[in-house]
């Protein structure tokens, strides 16, 4: 089967990079720029923001996020099975991710149950083996607050210059 490659980088981030704010980005793109209706991105979008927060202690980010994720993704079974999400086991990670969440306790980072043949595909993306998938929960303080730290000059001038387009068309 041939998975979409943003769908593979979203899972090389989520596993071995832990990097959340990166999984948003790269399907988030994916998502727009197919034009892709139905709850299935979105709630995988949702799932890394809710890891981003958790893991950032923003409970009550984190819990808005995992509650919409969970709802949008319970919709999308079939969809998940396609991408080589192993569904059963996914939905019980989602309820115990709600729970932990819930009762503020500290993040650990989690593996999304896939197929043997999507995790083989992620370790063929980023040339890595079992051995160096290993979850460990990453506390680099570069990815934990990436989205306060990146570099946004280009996204605040673009802003400007749409405010100042819509004020000259008023």
């Known amino acids: 089967m041939t998975y979409p490659k943003p769908w593979i980088q979203y899972l090389v981030y989520f596993h071995r990079d832990q990097d959340y704010f990166e999984c948003h980005e790269v399907l988030e793109e994916h998502w727009k720029d197919e034009g892709m209706k139905g ?8 799932l890394a923001v809710a890891q981003y927060h958790h893991r950032r ?32 086991p996914f939905l019980e990670l989602l309820d115990r991710s709600v729970q932990r969440i819930e ?3 500290p993040f650990e ?8 043949e999507l995790f083989q595909a992620c370790l063929t993306e980023a040339n890595a083996t079992e051995e160096t998938w290993v979850l460990q929960t990453k506390t680099d303080d570069t990815i934990i607050h990436k989205h306060s730290l990146r570099d946004r000059s280009s996204v605040i001038e673009e802003r400007k210059k749409q405010k100042q387009k819509k004020n000259r068309i008023l």
């Open 39 to 46: 709850d299935l991105w979105p709630g995988l979008i949702q």
């Open 109 to 116: 980072s989690i593996g999304l149950p896939l197929s043997s």
């Open 57 to 88: 202690e923003n409970y009550n980010g984190a819990r808005r996020m995992i509650l919409s994720c969970k709802v949008k993704l319970q919709k999308e079974e079939s969809a998940l099975k396609e991408l080589g999400i192993e569904v059963e």
């Open 103 to 105: 009762r503020q306790q």
